[in-house]
């Protein structure tokens, strides 16, 4: 229900405030200044106007945002950051931090000052991605910062203009894909290049604090110039508003930017670790794969859109990822996530699945008859598949990176060579799917964003970027019934991770696949759109296993290593709430013992 995640918070944070909660109105008697700090600790809405009214006719509007409703917000930070918080209650602070200073800029129009500065945000070129970017206005927002949000796929140029146009204070840069955060460094050069003094924010899932050193220095390893406002790498919003509130202060800034930049030299003073292997590209070696393992028979050739059962669907949507990393569930103890999960994430879920109208899962798949050359999967013309491979017409050309080392695998090492094929007259057979779940998920986000529903855009989105992988899950699984082979065996691979890094090679799935008969296009930097949707190839030899680009090593034939399967295990939501139904909690035991925020079977799916 509605009231689960609030009563959860009571038990949460103790009885004593439980008990306060009983009372009529907990702010009764209550000076106007503690009565704000209450309503934003324990995230009330109801009357928080009113109280703002009060304070500012007692000590004023900019007393008001400075000495109350901004410490307010930063002990909620402070609790976020010291585990006794998580960040649904964070945003649900957000959400009355919000409505308190609407009401509140009705006295500070004619005020200068109440800002505490400028920053300029915005997800950069190529990069559709920007959930990250809007946690990071939200909090910021909400402490004190004007915030100018460019929205994403914003070029260079834009943000440096946009930068000095609102003579901004800082500048912040998301990006969540390796090829788009390459947009990073370039920015910090063209603030160079023009003498211009913005510090800039680093964030996104691609990059790391190394990263963040890096970019620092201008020439790259040319030479030593530094980026002397600074780079700053932060893991998470609340890095962000602490780096911004070092900034905002001559003193601490200078510190920062020294420890920075000290911190990067340390960085590129360290030794390297010179990789003497052969390039990527080099086809001279194949990996030990079995090439006598059977070709399977698809139930079709080509290119067809499937029908998605959206009750099937249901059951591969990963609950781990969901609860854990999504709707930010980690740092608990069993106790308390147990307690979370059935007071309010799993009731959630299954009221969210059940009246939802804005996901609109549609798929392509495909198959194709195929071979290898050194490093190229050839996908053919079904219709040429009784011709011989010098007479079939090749459709796309799809390139994989070589490992330099270990077994030196090579995604096209899991399809029979173009030799095996001449001499056998069998092709062996690719699949390759396209999902999305329509643009109408991204849309109500924004709207989620623009209405201060900071929470439920937080539980919205992660029920999006779920049902898309999950949508990528159970086509997968439909590939292996169509193909006769056992539930676990064969991988799937996006682009973007090691096996298949280079998004550029999304072109040629959109075009095989014909994936814009359901509305399914690229960026300018090959992500897909809508937002929400994946690409992938699938191989389907006993053998095919995540690896990474500079090791991870081959199954032995005929030893097993099945991929790990949503459907029917206890990351199954229909599994997760059976389990918390019995006496001990099996699923909770086993998830507070894997790693939080990890992907099933490695980051390729």
């Known amino acids: 229900s509605e009231d689960a995640l609030q009563k959860f918070i009571e038990h949460f944070e103790g009885k004593g405030e439980e008990e306060l909660a009983e009372v009529a109105d907990p702010t009764e008697g209550m000076e106007p200044e503690e009565a704000l700090h209450w309503h934003i600790l324990r995230r009330k809405k109801e009357g928080v106007e009113d109280q703002i009214d009060k304070a500012v006719e007692k000590i004023g509007a900019v007393p008001t945002l400075n000495e109350v409703l901004l410490p307010a917000m930063k002990e909620v930070g402070d609790k976020f950051g010291a585990g006794e918080l998580i960040l649904p209650f964070v945003l649900q602070s957000a959400e009355v931090m919000k409505k308190a200073v609407s009401r509140l800029e009705n006295y500070l129009d004619r005020i200068e000052g109440y800002t505490k500065g400028v920053v300029v945000l915005a997800t950069v070129f190529g990069d559709v991605h920007d959930i990250g970017k809007s946690l990071v206005k939200t909090i910021l927002t909400n402490n004190g910062y004007t915030v100018v949000d460019l929205g994403k796929q914003v070029p260079v140029g834009e943000i440096v203009d946009a930068a000095k146009e609102n003579d901004a204070t800082a500048i912040g840069l998301s990006a969540l894909l390796v090829s788009t955060s390459k947009q990073m460094p370039m920015a910090v050069q063209e603030l160079h290049r023009q003498e211009l003094g913005f510090p800039v924010l680093l964030g996104g899932a691609a990059i790391n604090r190394k990263f963040g050193y890096r970019a620092s220095y201008v020439n790259g390893k040319t030479d030593d110039t530094i980026y002397e406002p600074g780079v700053f790498y932060c893991k998470d919003a609340f890095e962000g508003l602490a780096v911004m509130d070092q900034l905002i202060e001559d003193d601490q800034r200078e510190i920062?930017?020294?420890?920075?930049?000290?911190?990067?030299?340390?960085?590129?003073?360290?030794?390297?670790?010179?990789?003497?292997?052969?390039?990527?590209?080099?086809?001279?070696?194949?990996?030990?794969?079995?090439?006598?393992?059977?070709?399977?028979?698809?139930?079709?050739?080509?290119?067809?859109?499937?029908?998605?059962?959206?009750?099937?669907?249901?059951?591969?949507?990963?609950?781990?990822?969901?609860?854990?990393?999504?709707?930010?569930?980690?740092?608990?103890?069993?106790?308390?996530?147990?307690?979370?999960?059935?007071?309010?994430?799993?009731?959630?879920?299954?009221?969210?699945?059940?009246?939802?109208?804005?996901?609109?899962?549609?798929?392509?798949?495909?198959?194709?008859?195929?071979?290898?050359?050194?490093?190229?999967?050839?996908?053919?013309?079904?219709?040429?598949?009784?011709?011989?491979?010098?007479?079939?017409?090749?459709?796309?050309?799809?390139?994989?990176?070589?490992?330099?080392?270990?077994?030196?695998?090579?995604?096209?090492?899991?399809?029979?060579?173009?030799?095996?094929?001449?001499?056998?007259?069998?092709?062996?057979?690719?699949?390759?799917?396209?999902?999305?779940?329509?643009?109408?998920?991204?849309?109500?986000?924004?709207?989620?964003?623009?209405?201060?529903?900071?929470?439920?855009?937080?539980?919205?989105?992660?029920?999006?970027?779920?049902?898309?992988?999950?949508?990528?899950?159970?086509?997968?699984?439909?590939?292996?019934?169509?193909?006769?082979?056992?539930?676990?065996?064969?991988?799937?691979?996006?682009?973007?991770?090691?096996?298949?890094?280079?998004?550029?090679?999304?072109?040629?799935?959109?075009?095989?696949?014909?994936?814009?008969?359901?509305?399914?296009?690229?960026?300018?930097?090959?992500?897909?759109?809508?937002?929400?949707?994946?690409?992938?190839?699938?191989?389907?030899?006993?053998?095919?296993?995540?690896?990474?680009?500079?090791?991870?090593?081959?199954?032995?034939?005929?030893?097993?290593?099945?991929?790990?399967?949503?459907?029917?295990?206890?990351?199954?939501?229909?599994?997760?709430?059976?389990?918390?139904?019995?006496?001990?909690?099996?699923?909770?035991?086993?998830?507070?013992?894997?790693?939080?925020?990890?992907?099933?079977?490695?980051?390729?799916?």
């Open 256 to 605: 920062l930017v020294s420890k920075v930049a000290a911190d990067a030299a340390e960085a590129r003073n360290e030794v390297e670790v010179v990789d003497d292997g052969p390039p990527t590209t080099d086809d001279s070696v194949r990996s030990p794969v079995d090439m006598t393992a059977p070709i399977p028979e698809p139930p079709f050739w080509g290119q067809r859109e499937i029908e998605v059962d959206m009750d099937e669907l249901y059951h591969h949507l990963d609950t781990h990822v969901l609860y854990k990393l999504h709707w930010g569930g980690r740092g608990m103890s069993k106790d308390e996530y147990t307690k979370l999960l059935r007071e309010d994430f799993i009731p959630r879920l299954e009221r969210m699945w059940a009246e939802q109208t804005y996901l609109h899962p549609r798929v392509k798949l495909g198959y194709f008859p195929c071979y290898s050359v050194g490093n190229e999967i050839w996908a053919i013309d079904p219709e040429d598949r009784d011709k011989p491979p010098a007479e079939a017409r090749v459709l796309e050309k799809f390139v994989a990176p070589r490992q330099p080392k270990h077994d030196r695998i090579c995604l096209a090492d899991f399809y029979r060579p173009k030799e095996m094929v001449e001499e056998t007259g069998e092709y062996d057979v690719v699949g390759l799917q396209v999902v999305t779940v329509g643009n109408e998920v991204t849309e109500l986000l924004d709207q989620l964003e623009v209405d201060g529903e900071f929470a439920e855009q937080l539980f919205t989105h992660g029920v999006g970027v779920q049902t898309a992988e999950g949508l990528s899950e159970w086509l997968h699984a439909k590939v292996r019934e169509d193909l006769g082979i056992a539930p676990g065996q064969g991988r799937r691979y996006s682009w973007g991770y090691p096996a298949v890094p280079e998004q550029s090679e999304h072109e040629k799935v959109v075009r095989i696949l014909k994936a814009d008969e359901i509305g399914l296009t690229l960026s300018h930097g090959y992500a897909p759109l809508p937002e929400q949707s994946t690409l992938a190839i699938i191989a389907h030899h006993p053998q095919a296993v995540y690896y990474g680009s500079r090791s991870g090593t081959l199954p032995k034939p005929g030893v097993d290593a099945p991929d790990q399967l949503i459907k029917g295990t206890e990351r199954d939501p229909a599994v997760r709430a059976e389990l918390l139904e019995e006496p001990r909690d099996v699923a909770v035991d086993s998830e507070v013992e894997v790693a939080t925020g990890e992907h099933r079977g490695g980051p390729q799916k």
